[in-house]
């Protein structure tokens, strides 16, 4: 009876330390406040995403998180010139109305090479549309990597630093620090992301397709995302 006393009453305590442990680690890491000002990190969260649309209009963040789109004058410069074209052909036909008049022998008949072209525009498909997209996704995920690694190694520079220094390694400090950038990152990336995805829903919806067809891209960004912090992951537990 006393050993069997003795076993619940060590297992118990063992029991005690193992709770008390878990609930300091997730003080360290979760409650625990730190000073984690770090102007070069700020710098790198703070750093404005740019990717560039199929129109040439730009979709960037300011500087409170709001997503916003600069529209291209390409397209009022190309109506400009259309416009010039034009009136430059229509010069044109008014100067040769009257030998074309003499030449017709029929005034039912009318022949024009140009509407001919402009009817024979062929509408774009749901993959048309979406290969245009591709190299904004592709930028937005290269600018996403560069700022993880940017971020990755500052946090290895602190260390070793502190390392070099003799100083303490505080884990939770590491943890709150550049968790909060990652997470600041993320969802700056996520913002420009869904700014492009819903460019992609626009013009889907305007050519008489289902908005869903730009899902994929969605599941591929959510796949990359993931790999992206399993390898960040791995990196820090292999430090």
Do not use: H, W
């Not at 009876?1 to 609930?23: D, E, Q």
């Not at 560039?52 to 010139?81: M, R, Y």
């Not at 969605?218 to 990359?224: D, G, I, R, T, W």
């Amino acid at each position: 009876m006393k050993k069997r006393r003795r076993l619940k009453i060590t297992l118990l305590i063992a029991l005690i330390i193992i709770i008390g442990a878990g609930s300091y680690i997730l003080y360290e890491l979760k409650f625990k406040t730190y000073d984690v000002a770090d102007e070069e990190v700020t710098e790198i969260v703070a750093d404005p995403y740019t990717v560039e649309l199929p129109d040439g209009s730009k979709i960037t963040i300011d500087e409170k998180g709001n997503v916003v789109e600069e529209k291209s004058s390409f397209s009022k410069t190309q109506t400009a010139d259309n416009s010039t074209t034009n009136e430059t052909t229509n010069s044109s036909a008014n100067e040769g109305q009257s030998s074309a008049g003499q030449t017709q022998t029929s005034g039912n008949t009318v022949t024009s090479g140009s509407t001919t072209s402009n009817n024979s525009t062929t509408k774009p498909t749901v993959g048309s549309i979406k290969e245009k997209y591709v190299p904004a996704f592709v930028g937005l995920e290269a600018q996403a990597d560069s700022k993880i690694n940017a971020l990755v190694g500052r946090a290895k520079s602190e260390y070793m630093d502190k390392q070099a220094n003799g100083e303490s390694i505080n884990v939770g400090y590491f943890y709150n620090k550049y968790m909060a950038a990652a997470k600041g990152l993320e969802a700056n990336t996520d913002k420009v992301f869904n700014g492009v995805l819903g460019a992609v829903e626009k013009d889907l919806s305007k050519n008489g397709f289902d908005k869903s067809y730009a899902q994929s891209f969605k599941k591929e960004y959510e796949a990359s995302k993931k790999a992206r912090k399993d390898s960040i992951l791995s990196k820090a537990l292999g430090k």
